[in-house]
């Protein structure tokens, strides 16, 4: 079945450091693929996405492109602030009709002043 | 422009019994997903509602059932619980195109003892 698999945490980094966070995936077709983000005590939101193979999803400095070739959307940024510590999660929606989404196990980032 | 919002924020039950939780879409959205999420893991799919009815369920047992209605706010049901059903129970709206992003509500904590 379909699957997400993502980097184990917690990375942790000092500010302005460079980032990445490895993400593959498995699935039939031409799944859309995101990266949400969740804060201490809140919900997910939604970080990027791309939905087809070579788009780049981009938001806030956090990039991440949809490399059909190698199966992966890793997710970098070229700066890290303290207010980038959060959970991770990558996460695709196979795009077979409906909207199930799929999510990796989340990796945590720690970001030091 | 109110988001999605869900009640109630915590809730604490005894194995065995039934709790119900509640959740109204992001204005202008149509479906609504409901996801498990257990303390450092990613949200599981449990299944979604579009026009009142489950159109996609996840690997969730018969105890787990859920509602939507008219106005496209959705309720979850868990029967008999466990004490494995304790986590963060996210609601998610979207709009009934595949591909297309969910907004995620702040979640509800459910411990049972």
């Known amino acids: 079945g379909d699957s997400v698999t993502q980097m184990e945490g917690p990375v942790t980094l000092s500010e302005e450091a460079f980032l990445t966070i490895n993400c593959t995936y498995t699935?039939?077709?031409?799944?859309?693929l995101f990266w949400y983000v969740q804060y201490p005590g809140e919900g997910l939101q939604l970080l990027l996405k791309?939905?087809?193979?070579?788009d780049k999803g981009s938001n806030k400095g956090f990039e991440a492109t949809y490399r059909k070739e190698t199966t992966s959307f890793h997710l970098e940024k070229g700066s890290v602030q303290v207010s980038d510590s959060a959970v991770y999660f990558c996460?695709?929606?196979?795009?077979?009709?409906?909207?199930?989404?799929?999510f990796g196990a989340g990796t945590r980032l720690f970001v030091k002043a | 422009d109110a988001g999605v919002t869900q009640s109630p924020t915590h809730l604490i039950k005894t194995r065995g019994q039934q709790v119900t939780l509640r959740c109204s879409p992001k204005?202008?959205?149509?479906?609504v997903s409901w996801y498990q999420q257990a303390l450092g893991q990613g949200p599981q799919f449990i299944f979604q509602?579009?026009?009142?009815?489950?159109?996609q369920r996840g690997n969730f047992p018969d105890r787990f059932s859920g509602h939507q209605f008219p106005n496209y706010s959705s309720e979850l049901n868990v029967n008999a619980l466990l004490l494995g059903d304790s986590a963060l129970y996210l609601c998610?709206?979207?709009?009934?195109?595949?591909?297309?992003?969910?907004?995620f509500g702040p979640g509800t904590r459910l411990t049972v003892t």
């Open positions: 204005s202008g959205h149509d479906t």
């Open positions: 791309a939905t087809k193979a070579d």
């Open positions: 998610a709206s979207s709009l009934v195109v595949a591909g297309g992003e969910q907004y």
């Open positions: 699935a039939t077709g031409y799944p859309s």
């Open positions: 996460a695709l929606s196979p795009n077979t009709g409906g909207f199930k989404t799929i």
């Open positions: 509602y579009y026009e009142e009815e489950e159109r």
